[in-house]
């Protein structure tokens, strides 16, 4: 069956450290994969997308990589700060069409001051 | 900046009760999704449309239908509320030619 797999419901970490999300997949072949910030409350906002034949994209303090053969995504924070807390999702992009996206369930980040 | 707004943030239904969640975009994005989200499952698809009139089912389709009349505007009606309904709906929309979603602030859901 197919699976997207964020390795941790939740991560905490202290302000200033590298927060390292993990988003492992089976049984997909994506051709890009997104990340999704969400706050409580709130809907998910883009934050990156990394194509199949890209193995890592940086914006800010934000870093993606994608391993096609491991099937996995790593999510990057660098230099965390209190105000980065909040759930990433990560998503697979698959095939052509509008209904092309699947969600992970998210990792709940907390940065401690 | 594309604009997704829903009509509620909390809502609170008794069982039996018709539901009408309403989603408007301004954007003109010709793709719009509706959602709902629960602890440990994610994001699952309810439905999506691709144009006005036109509707496909997602992965949960059962106990909602939809509605596209304007390309701005997409509803989601729960036919009858259960309880199993309770959740966190969000509505998205997305530019044929992108592959970004953009998502409202979603509607808080609890049928009693």
């Known amino acids: 069956s197919q699976k997207i797999e964020q390795n941790s419901e939740a991560l905490n970490i202290q302000e200033g450290k590298t927060a390292t999300l993990t988003c492992n997949y089976t049984n997909y072949s994506p051709a890009y994969l997104q990340w999704y910030r969400q706050d409580p409350g709130r809907g998910p906002v883009f934050l990156l997308l990394i194509r199949e034949n890209e193995k890592e994209k940086r914006k800010e303090r934000l870093k993606v990589t994608f391993d096609t053969t491991l099937k996995q995504s790593l999510f990057h924070i660098t230099a965390s700060q209190p105000a980065d807390s909040a759930t990433y999702l990560c998503a697979l992009g698959v095939g052509t069409g509008a209904n092309n996206l699947f969600f992970g369930t998210g990792t709940r980040l907390t940065v401690i001051p | 900046d594309v604009k997704v707004t829903q009509s509620s943030r909390y809502l609170v239904k008794r069982t039996g009760e018709k539901v009408f969640l309403e989603c408007v975009q301004d954007?003109?994005?010709?793709?719009m999704f509706w959602y709902r989200q629960d602890p440990g499952l994610g994001l699952r698809l309810i439905y999506f449309s691709y144009d006005v009139k036109m509707k496909e089912k997602g992965d949960i389709p059962e106990g909602y239908s939809v509605s596209r009349e304007k390309k701005e505007r997409f509803s989601l009606i729960l036919e009858s509320a259960s309880t199993n309904q309770t959740s966190m709906y969000l509505c998205?929309?997305?530019?044929?030619?992108?592959?970004?979603?953009?998502f409202g602030p979603g509607t808080r859901l609890l049928v009693l």
């Open positions: 998205a929309t997305l530019l044929g030619t992108q592959e970004t979603q953009y």
């Open positions: 954007m003109d994005h010709e793709n």
